[in-house]
């Protein structure tokens, strides 16, 4: 495992997957949220997007998070030899981003940039603004999107391990990074 992609619905705990696989298995950490939003929730154009992704999947060993199609299949999942799909059921990422945003929006939380959630987005019936109904509302379209790609052939020169639950992930988390597999 040197160059792994996780992928999944809002709240699934891409991040959290990725950020424990980089410190155990000294793998650089690359969060495409941290790189796509830039200061003020501003979106960094994809040209440059995918120029800085692609600068830092240059290293021979590396952990993505995260949905972008920009980079996710022109530039990450060609290279990625490990494929981790956090494949949650609906209910628990809605409930899960639900419970983590109150939580940003309360402590005022900086989450990358200076950018912070806001009560205002969070009741916000736009999906676009409101993290949770965009969550919500993208589950099944990732899950098609995913499977498509599976079953497509696209990660055929990948490992690809398919989580259904976090009970699963733990799991095989503990194998393999508290084990020391993931090398």
């Known amino acids: 495992m040197d160059r792994v992609c ?6 699934s705990g891409k991040t959290t ?10 793998l650089d950490h690359i969060e495409l949220d941290a790189i796509f939003h830039q200061a003020n929730w501003t979106p960094l154009p994809d040209d440059e997007f995918r120029a800085v992704v692609a600068e830092r999947c240059a290293v021979p060993r ?3 998070d995260g ?4 980079v996710t299949r022109s530039i990450i999942w060609p290279a990625a030899d490990t494929v981790i799909w956090l494949d949650y059921p609906r209910w628990l990422t809605t409930r899960r981003v639900l419970w983590r945003s109150i939580r940003r929006a309360a402590t005022r939380a900086e989450l990358w940039n200076g950018n912070r959630e806001s009560w205002r987005n969070l009741l916000s019936a736009d999906p676009e603004r ?16 995913y499977t498509a790609a599976i ?3 696209t ?4 490992t690809v391990l398919h989580f259904r639950h976090p009970r699963q992930t733990t799991a095989w988390r503990e ?3 508290v084990g020391g597999n993931a090398h």
């Not at 997957?17 to 000294?26: E, F, H, Q, V």
């Open 6 to 11: 996780v992928i999944g619905s809002s709240g």
């Open 151 to 153: 079953e497509g052939g």
């Open 155 to 158: 990660f055929d020169h990948a």
């Open 62 to 64: 590396w952990v993505t």
């Open 67 to 70: 949905n972008y199609r920009a």
């Open 175 to 177: 194998r393999s990074i």
């Open 130 to 145: 409101n993290v949770v109904l965009w969550s919500f509302t993208r589950h099944h379209q990732r899950r098609a999107e």
């Open 17 to 26: 997957l990725a950020r424990a696989l980089a410190d155990g298995s000294g």
